[in-house]
């Protein structure tokens, strides 16, 4: 008797979505190909860590064949996806020609400059580690130019930095580096005033943390403001030339240095699909996260657009992409016995960021609270949720050497 061939999945991304689906799958009856551009996962929600020279990238990073060494059913191919054929069933990818039985688009998010080509040029992003790298070493190069520029002028200019965007990643980013500026660099650069060194974010809303509880946005607020961000809020930015931010009201304020963290959009690859798109680009899918028309092809995390029972489109977030891959892999083993997908319902687990040291916010279980506890929580979380061992007790010696002694371990400029 012939022995059937197991379904193939092809997964693209190993991002949270990507590889959440690939370890739940590791017991089905199936082939799994997951693709990736990286070889190695990485744990975006630190990312701007490495930007303001707190972690280094091997610490929140892990080789996706290590992860996977153990799970005989999957194969890794480091490779970029290019087109999707959906009739045929299959993929392009570097040239070559996958098919697939079950497809799952988990290809992630990308920075959205909404069409504002000058700041996509010249601003600075966090998207990846190569970004957050670019972003360290500016960051630092700007204070070794400083500290050898006569001109006070010239010097306040190196030493401005502006964020754009006031959600978790701006406010994160915004009190991480003014702390790395009044705590460590202070140090570094003894000769240079404190005075002349300025942190601005930029929001074009009137509050910050977007869909945050008003109690947190106001406690938001008041942290970063004792830690001397300047915060400007309903202010829009018109242009960026590399050395001066041009704002909507026609203020002018001198800086070399622009973080854009105002947006996040689908993966280039979604564009190139052919298929219905929504709001920044994410893929249109059904309540049980499979492409209308495709059953076999489901979208996951950053590209797929699925909205709430308030009408709103699930945030971009990775405890989003983590739900709908268990219930993706959940429908893909009820379609393997002959059964019904069931319908993805989201459960909001809560809401954490940290404004620095022993300063965060956090709602959890309908309860809203700030400072120490929700910093601690949110240490602890994040130490938890890094893969490997390794990348724990690296993480957990940087932050705790930072936190008794006020000095990052990673203030290092390197080639690009």
């Not at 697939?100 to 990308?110: I, K, M, R, S």
Request: with cysteine.
């Amino acid at each position: 008797m012939t022995r059937q061939p197991l379904p193939h999945i092809v997964i693209v991304g190993a991002g949270f979505g990507g590889l959440e689906t690939a370890r739940r799958l590791a017991k089905a009856p199936v082939r799994i190909t997951l693709i990736d551009r990286q070889n190695y996962h990485l744990f975006q929600p630190l990312l701007y860590q490495i930007a303001i020279a707190g972690l280094a990238p091997s610490q929140i990073a892990y080789p996706l064949r290590a992860i996977f060494r153990r799970q005989k059913n999957l194969t890794f191919q480091m490779g970029e996806v290019t087109n999707v054929d959906f009739e045929k069933r299959y993929i392009k990818m570097n040239g070559s020609v996958l098919a697939y039985d079950t497809l799952v688009l988990a290809a992630g998010g990308q920075t959205n400059f909404f069409g504002l080509k000058a700041i996509e040029q010249n601003a600075l992003e966090l998207k990846n580690i190569e970004s957050a790298v670019a972003a360290r070493n500016h960051l630092l190069s700007m204070f070794e130019q400083a500290s050898r520029e006569a001109d006070p002028d010239k010097r306040r200019t190196l030493l401005t930095f502006v964020i754009v965007g006031g959600g978790p990643t701006g406010v994160e980013t915004a009190g991480a580096l003014a702390e790395l500026i009044r705590l460590v660099l202070s140090k570094d650069y003894p000769k240079m005033d404190l005075n002349d060194m300025r942190v601005l974010l930029l929001e074009a809303t009137d509050h910050l943390m977007g869909n945050y509880p008003n109690e947190l946005r106001k406690a938001t607020f008041d942290l970063l403001r004792r830690k001397n961000v300047e915060i400007l809020l309903n202010t829009k930015l018109a242009d960026y030339n590399g050395t001066q931010i041009t704002l909507g009201d026609g203020t002018c304020i001198p800086t070399h240095t622009l973080i854009w963290t105002a947006g996040v959009k689908a993966a280039e690859l979604i564009d190139q699909l052919g298929i219905q798109q929504a709001g920044a680009g994410r893929v249109r899918v059904e309540s049980t996260l499979q492409l209308p028309g495709h059953p076999e092809v489901f979208v996951i995390g950053d590209a797929a657009y699925l909205e709430n029972g308030d009408r709103q489109p699930l945030p971009m977030l990775a405890t989003v992409a983590q739900q709908e891959a268990r219930a993706a892999t959940k429908n893909i083993r009820r379609m393997l016995k002959g059964q019904k997908p069931e319908p993805f319902y989201y459960k909001d687990p809560g809401l954490l960021a940290t404004i620095g040291r022993n300063a965060a916010v956090a709602r959890i279980a309908g309860l809203s609270f700030s400072g120490f506890p929700a910093w601690l929580i949110w240490v602890v979380l994040h130490i938890y949720r890094l893969i490997g061992f390794r990348n724990r007790l690296a993480v957990l010696i940087n932050w705790a050497w930072d936190y008794f002694f006020y000095e990052t371990q990673v203030r290092l400029i390197t080639r690009e």
